[in-house]
């Protein structure tokens, strides 16, 4: 029997082990030609990362060398890419002439996605593909130089490693909010990003690339953010398309990939495609598992035996030295779907099952992966895992024993960690005093100090007592947070600053959440606390937030809004005025109405109006008035010394400068603030939560005041003589419960538990203090004192409906 | 029912949400709110909470569940089941995600709204 005329395109690792199988099924069955637009044969192109890094070469992964090819007869054409297939004729053109075939296998592999933005044709712009590139990276990556890896996925955090090992100082910016979004949940992906961290690579997530920047050659990269990190060499590792070009040429069936049945046959019957440039069932193929098993069935397609390609399920390993984590399966949360977690922050673990009915369909775990075959193999096997559901996650070596411990937070705390803010007190002090004998709360206090001043770290110095006398010491409840963690807000609130968390995930990793992603409910109390802690570091987290500050405006009860432009002190003018009827008519407001703030309410807005009728009022020179935030709502004044015969005090002149000073902060629950000119008290000063009384003198500042569901004159704070006085004395003790209370928790609220003494001695009689405070105030401003209108007024589309169906045809 | 058939309406790109956000995609029988978890599912339900009314895209969403923004009720969104001591229940629709696009199925809407 004559040999039949198999051409091959493409010599890579699908293609590669395809062939081994099919010479060993049927031996000189077929006359086979490999065309590899590569200058070379098969190697193994998924340790590439090992020879990036330096501790494999380009010789240890080689699969196929020329002898090898010798020896099976194969008609090597490397370095000579195809470019055309004729498939009337059966003809393979490539760049040196045409070959026959009467069966064809198109392995294209893939291609590496190049994000489209300027410079990105510079010299010093890689990919990471194939050897070439890797040697690129080498090259450039000398001890000092500066790489940029584009793709915070498998691929760029192994380039990124590989080019740290060698010396380079390597930044990572990743798309999305946590690395390798696709295999890990964002609390794997913090630990994997602080093992990065750890090791010197820095890693910038939601970074989206504007432009690569150089002249001659890359200089660095530019994010829509601002951002700018210098680079020598720049590594797009984003994703990778299927490779489909002269599949497309040749009019056979493509979509995202070429087409393929269960056999690899494509639309022509003559010709088969595999490994990344196919598409089954609508799937892509980018791991190599799959891609083996398609070469076993194209091998016997190909052998004449029967067999049929059936994607199995895949696992992912990260191959960075020291990152040790796994993740298989679906671990997507779904309905019916339930999750086991276990975190031991100590030790920097995460694992995570997801169980559907009686079994378990995915896993991801860091830091301690050494169960993650035995877990594949359940997911893989659809094992029922119901009688050792109580245990599972404790691997297959579970003897009984250890639940998890929620005091490990506090445990894994180092001695120099602070513990009480007030009185500087660290942990190692504590445990000092408690070995020496202050075996209670009370002695703790009476010898160290901590926890006698404001008390917020009560609980923390209560674990910290459990912690080191064991049983003998009996915790005493304590209101947590929300359902998802045992910890209370005031421990939390320590936590995220003796711990240095600036992410909700490292937060939730790090404290021991029970759930996966939070609740309404503490979701937006993280914000809070992250925000007003590293007001530098962190960004405000849109989708945490309650839908009125999501939205910039009050949600009414029939789903419109309300809208409050903002009269600083209360004074308005007529311009402001018609902007403000002109608004009204132009988008039809139900109601207008004078709110007890001194502002002016245009209630029944639509949602898709909010951008028009902001940007309308911003056009004549009003920005939002925040009458939605947990943060400084109004600042009301009566008409002062300036209008009034009793006036002794420019009252409203300071109401308006307290207002320019504080607008745009977020406080864990709304401040309103009132300064009246004389003690007849016209702006009602004496129920707000911060309230100024002008007398001949000067200034009395009172805070802790309320006025709703419960009425409270406030309390005396502390007189000063100058407006200048007033102000800073108002931002430092507006920043001190910033800092302190637990959100939602009005200032009286707050007042009540810490004690006004505590307050006055903070803010009043230690004026090195006031003035640390009033700066940080100032620190988190420079952030947040801007108009949310004006941002989201230049982006209408985004509150229109996504689509409008009503216009539609009825069927 | 004269359609057996699935009627996969393009609605737009799967960026245009944000990730634990909704948006509200308008029908002649109301809003229908399509939600995109932290992991990239895809949920469509009736934009409108059986307690009070309240618009359900406006809620917070956290793992696969939201809640309502007007009183706080929880809502599974594969389901459409209230959660917790609270008894109620929103329709859902099939929808998926095709290479970016967020596709509803206008089919089911019409049944759905229809019933």
Not at chain 1, 37 to 64: C, F, Q, W
Not at chain 1, 219 to 228: C, F, N, R
Not at chain 1, 407 to 428: Q, R, T
Not at chain 2, 79 to 100: C, H, K, L, M, S
């Given at each position: 029997?004559?040999?039949?005329?198999?051409v091959?395109i493409?010599?890579?690792?699908?293609?590669?082990?395809?062939?081994?199988?099919?010479?060993?099924?049927?031996?000189?069955?077929?006359?086979?030609?490999?065309?590899?637009?590569?200058?070379?044969?098969?190697?193994?192109?998924?340790?590439?990362?090992?020879?990036?890094?330096?501790?494999?070469?380009?010789?240890?992964?080689?699969?196929?060398?020329?002898?090898?090819?010798?020896?099976?007869?194969?008609?090597?054409?490397?370095?000579?890419?195809?470019?055309?297939i004729?498939r009337?004729?059966k003809?393979v053109?490539?760049?040196?002439?045409?070959?026959?075939y009467?069966k064809l296998v198109i392995?294209?592999?893939?291609?590496?996605?190049?994000?489209?933005?300027?410079?990105?044709?510079?010299?010093?712009?890689?990919?990471?593909?194939?050897?070439?590139?890797?040697?690129?990276?080498?090259?450039?990556?000398?001890?000092?130089?500066?790489?940029?890896?584009?793709?915070?996925?498998?691929?760029?955090?192994?380039?990124?490693?590989?080019?740290?090992?060698?010396?380079?100082?390597?930044?990572?910016?990743?798309?999305?909010?946590?690395?390798?979004?696709?295999?890990?949940?964002?609390?794997?992906?913090?630990?994997?990003?602080?093992?990065?961290?750890?090791?010197?690579?820095?890693?910038?997530?939601?970074?989206?690339?504007?432009?690569?920047?150089?002249?001659?050659?890359?200089?660095?990269?530019?994010?829509?953010?601002?951002?700018?990190?210098?680079?020598?060499?720049?590594?797009?590792?984003?994703?990778?398309?299927?490779?489909?070009?002269l599949a497309?040429?040749a009019?056979l069936?493509?979509?995202?990939?070429i087409?393929v049945?269960?056999?690899l046959r494509s639309s022509d019957p003559a010709i088969f495609a595999?490994?990344?440039?196919?598409?089954?069932?609508?799937?892509?193929?980018?791991?190599?598992?799959?891609?083996?098993?398609?070469?076993?069935?194209?091998?016997?397609?190909?052998?004449?035996?029967?067999?049929?390609?059936?994607?199995?399920?895949?696992?992912?390993?990260?191959?960075?030295?020291?990152?040790?984590?796994?993740?298989?399966?679906?671990?997507?949360?779904?309905?019916?779907?339930?999750?086991?977690?276990?975190?031991?922050?100590?030790?920097?673990?995460?694992?995570?099952?997801?169980?559907?009915?009686?079994?378990?369909?995915?896993?991801?775990?860091?830091?301690?992966?050494?169960?993650?075959?035995?877990?594949?193999?359940?997911?893989?096997?659809?094992?029922?895992?119901?009688?050792?559901?109580?245990?599972?996650?404790?691997?297959?070596?579970?003897?009984?024993?250890?639940?998890?411990?929620?005091?490990?937070?506090?445990?894994?705390?180092?001695?120099?960690?602070?513990?009480?803010?007030?009185?500087?007190?660290?942990?190692?002090?504590?445990?000092?005093?408690?070995?020496?004998?202050?075996?209670?709360?009370?002695?703790?206090?009476?010898?160290?100090?901590?926890?006698?001043?404001?008390?917020?770290?009560?609980?923390?110095?209560?674990?910290?007592?459990?912690?080191?006398?064991?049983?003998?010491?009996?915790?005493?409840?304590?209101?947590?947070?929300?359902?998802?963690?045992?910890?209370?807000?005031?421990?939390?609130?320590?936590?995220?600053?003796?711990?240095?968390?600036?992410?909700?995930?490292?937060?939730?990793?790090?404290?021991?959440?029970?759930?996966?992603?939070?609740?309404?409910?503490?979701?937006?109390?993280?914000?809070?606390?992250?925000?007003?802690?590293?007001?530098?570091?962190?960004?405000?987290?849109?989708?945490?937030?309650?839908?009125?500050?999501?939205?910039?405006?009050?949600?009414?009860?029939?789903?419109?809004?309300?809208?409050?432009?903002?009269?600083?002190?209360?004074?308005?003018?007529?311009?402001?005025?018609?902007?403000?009827?002109?608004?009204?008519?132009?988008?039809?407001?139900?109601?207008?109405?004078?709110?007890?703030?001194?502002?002016?309410?245009?209630?029944?807005?639509?949602?898709?109006?909010?951008?028009?009728?902001?940007?309308?009022?911003?056009?004549?020179?009003?920005?939002?008035?925040?009458?939605?935030?947990?943060?400084?709502?109004?600042?009301?004044?009566?008409?002062?010394?300036?209008?009034?015969?009793?006036?002794?005090?420019?009252?409203?002149?300071?109401?308006?400068?307290?207002?320019?000073?504080?607008?745009?902060?977020?406080?864990?629950?709304?401040?309103?603030?009132?300064?009246?000119?004389?003690?007849?008290?016209?702006?009602?000063?004496?129920?707000?939560?911060?309230?100024?009384?002008?007398?001949?003198?000067?200034?009395?500042?009172?805070?802790?005041?309320?006025?709703?569901?419960?009425?409270?004159?406030?309390?005396?704070?502390?007189?000063?003589?100058?407006?200048?006085?007033?102000?800073?004395?108002?931002?430092?003790?507006?920043?001190?419960?910033?800092?302190?209370?637990?959100?939602?928790?009005?200032?009286?609220?707050?007042?009540?538990?810490?004690?006004?003494?505590?307050?006055?001695?903070?803010?009043?009689?230690?004026?090195?203090?006031?003035?640390?405070?009033?700066?940080?105030?100032?620190?988190?401003?420079?952030?947040?004192?801007?108009?949310?209108?004006?941002?989201?007024?230049?982006?209408?589309?985004?509150?229109?409906?996504?689509?409008?169906?009503?216009?539609?045809?009825?069927? | 029912?004269?359609?057996?058939?699935?009627?996969?309406?393009?609605?737009?790109?799967?960026?245009?949400?944000?990730?634990?956000?909704?948006?509200?995609?308008?029908?002649?029988?109301?809003?229908?709110?399509?939600?995109?978890?932290?992991?990239?599912?895809?949920?469509?339900?009736?934009?409108?909470?059986?307690?009070?009314?309240?618009?359900?895209?406006?809620?917070?969403?956290?793992?696969?569940?939201?809640?309502?923004?007007?009183?706080?009720?929880?809502?599974?969104?594969?389901?459409?089941?209230?959660?917790?001591?609270?008894?109620?229940?929103?329709?859902?629709?099939?929808?998926?995600?095709?290479?970016?696009?967020?596709?509803?199925?206008?089919?089911?809407?019409?049944?759905?709204?229809?019933?």
């Amino acid at each position: 029997m004559m040999a039949e005329k198999l051409v091959i395109i493409g010599a890579g690792m699908a293609s590669g082990r395809m062939l081994e199988h099919l010479i060993e099924a049927a031996p000189g069955r077929y006359d086979v030609t490999l065309f590899n637009a590569e200058p070379r044969g098969n190697y193994n192109r998924i340790m590439l990362s090992p020879v990036l890094s330096g501790e494999k070469t380009y010789a240890d992964i080689v699969t196929h060398d020329a002898d090898w090819y010798a020896a099976q007869g194969v008609d090597c054409r490397f370095g000579e890419p195809v470019v055309k297939i004729d498939r009337e004729r059966k003809i393979v053109y490539s760049n040196q002439g045409g070959v026959p075939y009467d069966k064809l296998v198109i392995a294209t592999g893939s291609a590496p996605f190049i994000i489209p933005v300027a410079g990105k044709e510079l010299p010093g712009v890689c990919t990471y593909r194939d050897l070439e590139d890797t040697n690129a990276m080498i090259a450039a990556a000398k001890p000092g130089a500066k790489a940029v890896v584009i793709g915070g996925g498998l691929l760029g955090l192994e380039a990124a490693a590989g080019m740290q090992l060698r010396g380079a100082e390597v930044t990572v910016i990743h798309l999305m909010g946590h690395l390798m979004e696709r295999q890990l949940d964002p609390a794997a992906g913090y630990l994997l990003q602080k093992a990065l961290e750890a090791r010197g690579i820095t890693v910038h997530c939601k970074g989206a690339t504007k432009a690569i920047l150089g002249k001659e050659r890359v200089e660095a990269v530019l994010l829509d953010d601002g951002t700018i990190y210098d680079a020598d060499l720049v590594c797009m590792a984003v994703g990778i398309r299927p490779e489909t070009r002269l599949a497309n040429d040749a009019h056979l069936e493509v979509n995202r990939g070429i087409v393929v049945d269960d056999q690899l046959r494509s639309s022509d019957p003559a010709i088969f495609a595999i490994g990344e440039c196919v598409e089954h069932n609508s799937q892509l193929f980018g791991l190599v598992a799959p891609l083996y098993d398609q070469a076993k069935v194209l091998a016997a397609t190909l052998a004449d035996a029967e067999a049929v390609f059936r994607p199995v399920q895949t696992a992912t390993k990260l191959k960075v030295t020291g990152c040790d984590l796994f993740s298989a399966g679906d671990f997507a949360d779904g309905p019916g779907r339930e999750d086991i977690v276990f975190r031991d922050p100590g030790r920097g673990v995460y694992k995570r099952l997801v169980l559907e009915g009686d079994k378990l369909i995915g896993a991801v775990m860091y830091g301690d992966t050494a169960d993650g075959s035995w877990f594949f193999g359940l997911i893989k096997d659809g094992t029922d895992v119901t009688g050792m559901r109580d245990t599972l996650i404790f691997g297959p070596g579970f003897a009984g024993g250890a639940k998890a411990d929620p005091m490990a937070a506090v445990a894994a705390l180092p001695p120099e960690a602070e513990i009480c803010g007030c009185n500087g007190v660290c942990k190692g002090k504590i445990v000092s005093a408690i070995e020496g004998g202050a075996n209670t709360l009370d002695l703790v206090r009476a010898s160290t100090k901590a926890s006698a001043s404001c008390g917020t770290c009560t609980g923390l110095v209560e674990q910290v007592l459990a912690v080191t006398l064991g049983d003998s010491f009996v915790m005493p409840a304590a209101q947590p947070m929300c359902k998802c963690t045992d910890h209370t807000h005031e421990d939390v609130r320590r936590l995220i600053k003796a711990q240095g968390l600036k992410s909700i995930p490292a937060v939730m990793q790090e404290l021991g959440w029970r759930s996966v992603g939070g609740c309404a409910s503490c979701r937006p109390a993280l914000n809070y606390y992250l925000l007003a802690d590293w007001p530098l570091d962190y960004r405000d987290d849109r989708q945490a937030r309650f839908v009125n500050e999501r939205n910039h405006a009050n949600i009414q009860k029939d789903g419109t809004y309300s809208v409050v432009p903002r009269m600083w002190g209360g004074v308005t003018t007529p311009a402001e005025l018609r902007a403000i009827a002109d608004a009204a008519d132009k988008y039809a407001v139900p109601m207008v109405k004078v709110t007890g703030g001194q502002r002016i309410d245009l209630l029944g807005v639509k949602k898709e109006d909010l951008p028009a009728i902001w940007a309308d009022l911003n056009d004549a020179g009003m920005v939002s008035g925040h009458a939605y935030s947990k943060g400084l709502r109004t600042v009301k004044t009566c008409v002062g010394s300036e209008f009034c015969r009793f006036g002794t005090q420019d009252s409203t002149g300071l109401g308006i400068k307290l207002e320019k000073l504080l607008w745009g902060s977020w406080t864990p629950a709304k401040v309103k603030l009132a300064v009246s000119g004389c003690p007849r008290n016209c702006a009602e000063a004496t129920c707000k939560d911060v309230g100024v009384v002008c007398v001949d003198s000067g200034y009395q500042i009172s805070v802790a005041g309320a006025a709703g569901m419960d009425v409270k004159e406030t309390e005396f704070l502390c007189a000063v003589a100058t407006e200048e006085e007033a102000m800073e004395v108002i931002a430092a003790f507006v920043q001190l419960y910033r800092e302190n209370s637990r959100y939602l928790h009005r200032i009286y609220k707050w007042v009540a538990k810490v004690g006004l003494d505590w307050c006055k001695a903070q803010v009043v009689e230690d004026l090195a203090n006031r003035k640390a405070l009033a700066e940080r105030f100032e620190i988190s401003q420079s952030v947040y004192r801007r108009d949310p209108w004006a941002e989201h007024a230049q982006r209408p589309a985004d509150w229109a409906p996504m689509m409008d169906l009503t216009r539609e045809a009825a069927e | 029912m004269n359609m057996s058939h699935e009627t996969w309406i393009d609605i737009g790109a799967l960026a245009d949400i944000p990730r634990e956000g909704g948006r509200v995609v308008k029908t002649r029988a109301g809003c229908v709110a399509v939600f995109r978890a932290a992991d990239d599912t895809v949920f469509a339900l009736d934009d409108r909470c059986p307690h009070k009314g309240g618009p359900l895209s406006e809620g917070i969403v956290h793992g696969h569940s939201v809640t309502c923004p007007l009183h706080a009720w929880v809502f599974d969104m594969g389901t459409g089941t209230a959660q917790g001591a609270d008894e109620g229940q929103v329709g859902t629709y099939p929808v998926r995600v095709e290479a970016g696009r967020v596709l509803l199925d206008g089919a089911r809407l019409m049944q759905g709204r229809a019933a």
